[in-house]
């Protein structure tokens, strides 16, 4: 049974740093990618990051790019999302996912983790 937990949201100021986890369990090698998405109120979900395990190919959107790293610990079957430079606009629920294809979509993933809030607010 494929699980996702993720970790790490919570409330920041501009300009600061959060580091969030997704600590997957029960992936078979057919789970390719890990993606970290986010879906604010009133908007539809959107891909932020994605890592392909295999070759640790990564994917981020205009919006984040040269902000927010992608990472995995494969030892450990967590991949992060360090998050710097912090904007209002990045507020919202977080989730991560796992799918059989590298991909920016979310509907190509399968099976997808609680989420977790971030809050950019002064």
């Known amino acids: 049974q494929v699980q996702l937990v993720e970790s790490g949201g919570g409330l920041v100021q501009p300009g600061g740093s959060l580091r969030l986890s997704c600590a997957a369990s029960g992936l078979t090698p057919d789970y390719i990618a890990i993606g970290w998405f986010r879906q604010a109120p009133g908007k539809e979900r959107e891909g932020v990051s994605c890592?392909?395990?295999?070759?640790?190919?990564?994917y981020y959107a205009d919006s984040v790019k040269a902000r927010f790293t992608i990472s995995r610990d494969n030892a450990k079957n967590i991949v992060y999302l360090q998050m710097n430079s912090l904007k209002p606009e990045d507020t919202a629920v977080y989730y991560c996912a796992a799918g059989w294809v590298y991909s920016a979509q979310p509907g190509d993933y399968r099976n997808w983790g609680q989420g977790t809030q971030v809050t950019v607010s002064s």
């Open positions: 890592i392909r395990t295999s070759d640790g190919s990564t």
